[in-house]
């Protein structure tokens, strides 16, 4: 069966940091690309960062350019988001989502960006 | 990167069929069969329910289908059940390597 489970998420003040992680079992993560999505409180989806399997490729959404990085760890099975200088407009859910069709979602981790 | 276009709400009666649009440019949609759609009941997480413009994943009912003319992305529900009321978004490749969603359609079975 496959799961994804996010964790990481929490209350952060503006211009602060997180790391969230994304656990990945019951599939062979080196063969997908990986995605995050995120979505705000009573907002919509918001695709935000994508990686290819091997790592050599990433591709963000413009608003988390050079502020968030995206990566992963095949042999730890571990897809990560570093996230500095958040904002408020950063808190929402954040969903680990599998393969270019999006076809499997974790649960999701709250980041909440407030002072 | 702006977001696709989907109505905001929707209804019909069980029984109806219903069609979501979702339209974008030549740069998305236009441009690729890398449409999706997703189904989102309230607390839980997205679930894929179109893929590739009209491919349903497994165990999808048959009652969802979906098309693409030009710009614009369709998803239609046949002899709608009220476990189908939820929110419905579309999804898409971009020219730029990215992908983008809409923006939503609520849709509510009365």
């Known amino acids: 069966e496959v799961q994804l489970v996010e964790s990481g998420g929490g209350l952060v003040q503006p211009g602060g940091s997180l790391r969230l992680s994304c656990a990945a079992s019951?599939?062979?993560?080196?063969?997908?690309?990986m995605n995050w999505v995120r979505q705000a409180p009573g907002k919509g989806l918001e695709w935000v960062a994508n990686i290819k399997q091997d790592g050599s490729e990433k591709y963000y959404v413009d608003s988390v350019k050079g502020r968030f990085t995206i990566s992963r760890d095949n042999a730890k099975n571990s897809l990560y988001l570093q996230m500095n200088s958040l904002r408020a407009e950063d808190s929402a859910v954040y969903y680990c989502v599998r393969g270019f069709y999006f076809d499997y979602w974790g649960q999701g981790t709250l980041v909440t960006v407030s002072s | 990167q702006s977001a696709l276009t989907q109505p905001a709400s929707m209804s019909g009666s069980p029984g109806q069929s219903i069609t979501i649009s979702c339209t974008g440019t030549s740069s998305d949609i236009g441009g690729y069969n890398y449409a999706s759609w997703y189904q989102q009941h309230p607390g839980k997480a997205p679930k894929l329910m179109i893929y590739h413009v009209r491919n349903r994943p497994s165990g999808v009912p048959d009652r969802f289908s979906a098309s693409k003319s030009d710009n614009t992305a369709s998803l239609t529900i046949s002899g709608l059940q009220t476990e189908d009321e939820a929110d419905y978004y579309c999804?898409?490749?971009?020219?730029?390597?990215?992908?983008?969603f809409g923006g939503g359609t609520k849709l509510t079975v009365l």
């Open positions: 019951g599939f062979t993560l080196s063969t997908y690309w």
């Open positions: 999804s898409s490749y971009t020219s730029s390597g990215t992908w983008v």
